[in-house]
């Protein structure tokens, strides 16, 4: 049967360049459960200890749309993958962890999204049998929980907002500098609709 699975991530990292932005318009929402959780990179990374600061700026997040397709694939087969041709058309691209604002100059930490197959030190070589194994088998690389064994402490309370729909409400956020999450609701009961802009930069072609 068809999962849903709630998990923490930054929007698109797969993309050459990822949105720096999205707005949610909410239509309608369950009246038990489909929240959103929204949690601030910048925060999380400032508490973090300078030795785990240090170390995670040497790194960057292996991302490949091939590998997220894969992944959600395995627990909903009816989910499809990417072709041969549509994979060498969308090659996996290079993140870092933390990246600083471009605005700002505000280091978030950064990096992981569904497609994040691996995290590997800044420029290192990533093997094509690795990259076969990611993106055809959907197999995360036990690097990954740098990143995800992190998440206990990135999204605790004081770092963490959690928003309760209604009709009518619109929510804007960074994505250079937040990690967000879906909460769960019955989906044969309820419905929830929401309408998504997403925001690109001008180097973007916005």
């Known amino acids: 049967p068809e999962t849903r699975r709630p998990v923490w991530h930054t929007d698109s990292l797969f993309r050459e360049n990822p949105p720096i932005g999205s707005v949610f318009h909410c239509k309608q929402a369950p009246s038990i459960g489909a929240e959103t959780l929204f949690a601030d990179m910048r925060a999380a990374y400032t508490d973090l200890d300078d030795q785990t600061k240090s170390d995670l700026r040497g790194l960057e997040a292996v991302c490949s749309l091939a590998h997220h397709d894969k992944k959600i694939n395995s627990y909903s087969p009816d989910y499809p993958i990417l072709s041969p041709e549509q994979r060498a058309l969308n090659p996996a691209r290079r993140v870092p962890v933390v990246l600083p604002h471009p605005d700002t100059g505000v280091p978030a930490l950064y990096g992981l999204n569904s497609s994040t197959c691996a995290v590997v030190p800044i420029g290192a070589d990533v093997s094509d049998e690795d990259m076969d194994r990611y993106d055809l088998e959907g197999v995360e690389d ?26 009518g409400d619109i929510v804007v956020w960074d994505n250079r500098c937040t990690m967000h999450s879906g909460t769960g609701f019955d989906f044969t009961q309820y419905t929830r609709e929401m309408w998504r802009l997403t925001l690109l930069s001008a180097a973007a072609g916005a």
């Open 142 to 167: 036990e690097s990954v929980q740098i990143l995800r064994g992190l998440l206990p402490t990135v999204t605790g309370p004081e770092y963490t907002v959690k928003w309760s729909w209604q009709p």
